[in-house]
T-cell receptor, first 116, second 115 residues
Framework: AQSVTQLGSHVSVSEGALVLLRCNYS??????LFWYVQYPNQGLQLLLK??????LVKGINGFEAEFKKSETSFHLTKPSAHMSDAAEYFC??????????????FGKGTKLSVKP | GAGVSQSPSNKVTEKGKDVELRCDPI?????LYWYRQRLGQGLEFLIY????????KSGLPSDRFSAERTGESVSTLTIQRTQQEDSAVYLC?????????????FGPGTRLTVT
C-alpha cells in the first residue's frame, strides 16, 4: 500500500530564503506524485506533479520538485520565498499508480510561514 | 468556467442527526472523489465515482456514510447518526478522467461540526 510522510508539520522561513518541504513516499509500483497547496479557507490547488519522464518537475509560482527513486523522495523547493507563499502544502501519491484509478494518498501537510 | 462547488460551506449539527453534503463538479468531468480532512491531518479518501461504473466505497469509514452521484453531475455525501469524530472538512474533487495522470480539481470544502 502507498503512504506519504511529510517531515515537519511547520516550517518557517524568512522572505527571500530557500523553501524546502520534505516528502518521502512508499509505493510498491512506480508512483505518480503530487504537491498541492491550500491557502486559508480555500480548496487545494495543484502545484506540480510527476508521472513519468524528467525527474525534475517545475510547477506554478516558482516551485519545483525532484523525484529521487533511490531515496523515495519528492521534496518541494523554491529558491526565494515570498510572503504570498504562506500556506499549507500537501504531498500526495496516487493510490495505485501507473494510470490507474487515481484517488490520492496524502501526507499530513506542512504549514509554511514566511517572515518579513 | 466554474470550478468545483460545495454546499453548505459550514454545517453545525447535533450528535445523532443526519447531514447531507453536496458537490457540483466541473462540467464534463467524469470522475468525482470525496475526501475528509480532520484537524491537523492530511486528506483521507472516502469514495470515488467514475461515470456510470459502480463507485469505489473502500474509503468510507463506517456504514453511516454513503454517497450518491447521478450520471456525471451532482454528488451528495450523507452521514447518518453523526458522531463527534465526524467533525472535519469534507472535500470534493473532480477530474476529467478517473486516472491518476489527470489533475484533480478541489472544491472549497464543507466544514462539519458535530456538537
Amino acid at each position: 500500500a502507498q503512504s506519504v510522510t511529510q517531515l515537519g508539520s511547520h516550517v518557517s522561513v524568512s522572505e527571500g530564503a530557500l523553501v524546502l518541504l520534505r516528502c518521502n513516499y512508499s509505493s510498491s509500483v512506480p508512483p505518480y506524485l503530487f504537491w498541492y497547496v491550500q491557502y486559508p479557507n480555500q480548496g487545494l490547488q495543484l502545484l506540480l506533479k510527476y508521472t513519468t519522464g524528467a525527474t525534475l518537475v517545475k510547477g506554478i509560482n516558482g516551485f519545483e520538485a525532484e523525484f529521487k527513486k533511490s531515496e523515495t523522495s519528492f521534496h518541494l523547493t523554491k529558491p526565494s520565498a515570498h510572503m504570498s507563499d504562506a500556506a499549507e502544502y500537501f504531498c500526495a501519491v496516487s493510490a495505485l499508480g501507473g494510470g490507474s484509478q487515481g484517488n490520492l494518498i496524502f501526507g499530513k501537510g506542512t504549514k509554511l510561514s514566511v517572515k518579513p | 468556467g466554474a470550478g468545483v462547488s460545495q454546499s453548505p460551506s459550514n454545517k453545525v449539527t447535533e450528535k445523532g442527526k443526519d447531514v447531507e453534503l453536496r458537490c457540483d463538479p466541473i462540467s464534463g468531468h467524469t470522475a468525482l472523489y470525496w475526501y475528509r480532512q480532520r484537524l491537523g491531518q492530511g486528506l483521507e479518501f472516502l469514495i470515488y465515482f467514475q461515470g456510470n461504473s459502480a463507485p469505489d466505497k473502500s474509503g468510507l469509514p463506517s456504514d453511516r456514510f454513503s454517497a450518491e452521484r447521478t450520471g456525471e453531475s451532482v454528488s451528495t455525501l450523507t452521514i447518518q447518526r453523526t458522531q463527534q469524530e465526524d467533525s472535519a472538512v469534507y472535500l470534493c474533487a473532480s477530474s476529467l478522467r478517473g486516472q491518476d495522470s489527470y489533475e484533480q480539481y478541489f472544491g472549497p470544502g464543507t466544514r462539519l461540526t458535530v456538537t
